[in-house]
């Protein structure tokens, strides 16, 4: 009994309440619809205006700040107080206003009661003016500041200019995101705006409402992992005179992001340089917005997808001549020359382009090898939480532009075209047993003090554990049988250079320049990195192995630091292995 008395006492109490919010929005309805109201603001009494929420702050994984809000103003003039104007615009010109563009404002508002001067005015600034304006006051010639208003709102705030900010993004006055994750979450961090009748005269708008927040939330990346990889990018380009790079940096077990670096990079404080450091058809973000072709890091894909149909073994041997015909076409070695008889290993290790087109042609056939090239996702965007990403192209038999020699060219990552998250994300089948996971950036949302973190996704299962193993058992021994300069010291690593020619608009391919990357993960036995760099025509030399290969070293060296990795035989120790 006293259980159904509780319950009609619940159940009163929740009509009560449900009937008082309807009344409440019937109420605000009512009064904005009213005659009153809107007669009011036909008479320019009020205006409706909208007002947003203070936007979500962006964190990196370790809670350092990334994006946030600052106090601005919008700075107005009074013109009913018939201000002096030249001692305004002396005031104005003193605390660093652009006198022309005030002019220009007031110009374009002939006989209004109030000018907005400038908007988005940095508390410096305003506080300069608001010091003027405080001696002037009580000068008893009248002509004093007292008609110039300050309103002060929020503005975002990047106080780390451009670390990660091919990444991140960044928000125009008008409060929307664009590029990256201010685009991506926009809608989450801009939070709800509110639109209001309120006082035209600015004067007698004391009082505005108290919005909730956006949401806040949690990138995957590591503040110091960024600006290691961003640092060393910069230096990278300056040894070798490359246009541009690209450094990603992921978790291979989770796909989560843990530093993204490309070039050029923008100040967010200053977005609107973006047309000076992006000229033209320039990429924001090239980790996800250009597609190249890879070039011979693609092969590990042919070799996994070779040793997970069975058509060859790790030991498996080929006589590898100097030349192989695909489709009425001669395929080439990078160096021109014979290598003789190889096993798999060998085949990775030299790089041979004869070696993959035959997997490719002779041994797997195109059904098979356009089956695993598309469970490794080529060809298609991966979906990763930032805006901007391009698919890449694999073009299949029965397109109208497909043809057969691509069988063999494909096989080494020539006509067909990637974005490095996709070779990533292709990647980390390769490093986690085979299991393929989808990238992200967004570690956790935070809302109402409650904080919801991204489910690591798996995407797919192109390849079975033991072909992962074997292919990243094979990779490792080719980096030590070559004494690559990729190495580090107490950790096994599995990795692939790739050099690869620049496809040009006219057709045929460019004579003096190359795209050089290379991909790696480790420590092979338990993966806690996977890293993909990429060079855009460097100058000093068109070798991966020599130009990208050691930066690779040196990011490995700063991640097994930061990530607290020990070398191998203490981690193995240290588990009992």
């Known amino acids: 009994m006293k259980r159904l008395t509780h319950a009609w006492r619940y159940f009163t109490s929740a009509a009560i309440l449900a009937t008082m919010g309807i009344a409440i929005l019937v109420q605000i309805v009512r009064i904005q619809g009213s005659p009153e109201v809107a007669g009011v603001i036909d008479q320019g009494n009020y205006v409706w205006k909208d007002f947003y929420p203070p936007r979500g702050e962006i964190y990196d994984r370790n809670g350092n700040l990334l994006a946030g809000n600052k106090t601005v103003y919008e700075v107005g003039l009074d013109m009913t107080a018939k201000p002096d104007m030249q001692t305004v615009m002396l005031a104005l010109q003193m605390s660093g206003f652009d006198l022309n563009e005030v002019n220009y404002r007031i110009s374009q508002v002939p006989n209004a009661q109030y000018v907005v001067l400038d908007d988005f005015v940095s508390a410096e600034k305003a506080d300069q003016l608001m010091a003027l304006q405080k001696v002037a006051h009580g000068d008893p010639t009248g002509k004093n500041l007292d008609a110039i208003y300050f309103k002060a709102h929020y503005g975002r705030s990047y106080p780390e200019n451009d670390l990660a900010s091919n990444l991140l993004g960044f928000v125009t006055e008008d409060n929307h995101g664009y590029m990256g994750v201010e ?172 070696c993959l087109a035959w997997i490719s042609d002779k041994e797997m056939g195109s059904a098979s090898f356009y089956s695993y090239m598309q469970r490794f996702g080529l060809g298609h965007a991966t979906g990763i939480d930032l805006a901007g990403e391009a698919s890449g192209r694999l073009k299949l038999p029965g397109d109208s532009d497909w043809t057969p020699v691509e069988l063999g060219t494909n096989a080494f990552g020539q006509g067909v075209s990637v974005t490095p998250i996709q070779m990533v994300m292709a990647a980390s089948a390769l490093a986690n047993n085979g299991q393929m996971v989808y990238p992200h950036v967004l570690y956790a949302q935070i809302q109402d003090g409650k904080q919801s973190n991204t489910k690591t996704q798996i995407v797919g299962t192109p390849i079975s554990a033991t072909t992962a193993h074997t292919i990243s058992d094979m990779l490792a021994n080719a980096l030590e049988t070559e004494s690559s300069t990729a190495l580090v010291p107490g950790y096994r690593i599995a990795g692939k250079t790739g050099t690869a020619q620049i496809p040009l608009p006219s057709g045929g391919y460019d004579q003096n320049n190359v795209n050089t990357s290379f991909i790696g993960w480790g420590p092979v036995d338990d993966p806690r990195f996977l890293v993909y760099i990429w060079l855009e025509k460097p100058q000093t030399n068109k070798a991966a192995s020599v130009v990208v290969a050691p930066i690779f070293k040196q990011v490995v060296e700063k991640l097994v630091v930061l990530l607290n990795i020990p070398p191998d035989a203490i981690r193995l120790q240290m588990i009992g292995r």
């Open 183 to 354: 685009e991506k979450y926009d809608n989450i961090l801009a939070g709800i705006p509110v639109r209001i009748a309120v006082p035209a005269d600015p004067r007698r708008a004391t009082e505005y409402p108290t919005i909730p927040p956006g949401q806040t939330i949690i990138l995957t990346i590591d503040r110091e992992i960024q600006a290691s990889v961003e640092n060393i990018l910069d230096q990278a380009l300056k040894n070798t005179g490359a246009i541009s790079g690209t450094i990603i940096v992921m978790d291979p077990t989770t796909g989560e992001i843990l530093a993204m670096s490309s070039t050029p990079r923008l100040n967010l404080n200053d977005y609107q340089s973006i047309k000076t450091v992006f000229p033209g058809e320039t990429p924001f973000n090239r980790a996800i917005s250009q597609a190249y072709e890879p070039g011979s890091v693609s092969k590990i894909l042919t070799m996994a997808g070779a040793l997970d149909s069975g058509v060859v073994k790790q030991d498996t041997i080929t006589f590898v001549p100097e030349s192989i015909v695909v489709g009425g076409f001669k395929i080439y070695n990078w160096d021109g020359g014979a290598w003789g008889y190889q096993d798999m290993t060998g085949c990775l290790a030299n790089s041979l382009n004869v």
